[in-house]
T-cell receptor
Framework: DAGITQSPRYKITETGRQVTLMCHQT?????MFWYRQDLGHGLRLIYY???????DKGEVPDGYVVSRSKTENFPLTLESATRSQTSVYFC????????????FGPGTRLTVL | RKEVEQDPGPFNVPEGATVAFNCTYS??????FFWYRQDCRKEPKLLMS???SGNEDGRFTAQLNRASQYISLLIRDSKLSDSATYLC????????????FGAGTRLAVHP
């Protein structure tokens, strides 16, 4: 089915471990985004990508790494997880501006112990 | 000051009530405006775009006041299924259309 999927949906890890969150979309959208959502905050942009091999930092990029070797995939890696990275992570995709609508994946709930 | 501010609520209303949410934004360069809906533990979904002339989609009416940097959402004849968090979202153009999210207003509709 077409859409945007994320895996895993839930993850518990320990401080200092590397974690990779996966995102896959089937719409061939050029833009993809990673957000985190914490209580009391709106969604905050971590990284975004305009196309394969083109990525850029968002509002809160520290501690995260992204790559985009294929249009449909946009993995997010926490190089050395910290407790402050406990959050819900949403991946989104959208067409080239001015088509502003972003479509969100179901989210990954990450807990760092 | 947050770029997009919303009353967090919760708004507790009976079925059939009319409820209004307000939102203010600080970036005068904001170009596009949206309301997203987010159900508990789910992803945000676009509810409606907001246009300067105001727009309506069934029981939902959105208004934009650029001079006051103010956005509103009116829900008429509330249903139990309207219970959710409503996110005010502003897009600022700059290479790509950066979306800035408010923290959301929670609505609980009771029988």
């Amino acid at each position: 089915d077409a859409g945007i999927t994320q895996s895993p949906r839930y993850k518990i890890t320990e401080t200092g471990r590397q974690v990779t969150l996966m995102c896959h979309q089937t719409w061939s959208h050029s833009y993809m985004f990673w957000y985190r959502q914490d209580l009391g905050h709106g969604l905050r942009l971590i990284y975004y990508s305009a196309a394969a091999d083109i990525t850029d930092k968002g509002e809160v990029p520290d501690g995260y790494v992204v790559s985009r070797s294929k249009t449909e995939n946009f993995p997010l890696t926490l190089e050395s997880a910290t407790r402050s990275q406990t959050s819900v992570y949403f991946c989104a995709s959208g067409g080239t501006p001015p088509l502003d609508t972003q479509y969100f994946g179901p989210g990954t709930r990450l807990t760092v112990l | 000051r947050k770029e997009v501010e919303q009353d967090p609520g919760p708004f507790n209303v009976p079925e059939g009530a009319t409820v209004a949410f307000n939102c203010t934004y600080s970036n005068s360069a904001s170009q596009s405006f949206f309301w997203y809906r987010q159900d508990c533990r789910k992803e945000p979904k676009l509810l409606m775009s907001v246009y300067s002339s105001g727009n309506e989609d069934g029981r939902f009416t959105a208004q934009l006041n650029r001079a006051s940097q103010y956005i509103s959402l009116l829900i008429r004849d509330s249903k139990l299924s309207d219970s959710a968090t409503y996110l005010c979202v502003v897009a600022v153009s700059g290479g790509y259309n950066k979306l800035i999210f408010g923290a959301g207003t929670r609505l609980a509709v009771h029988p």
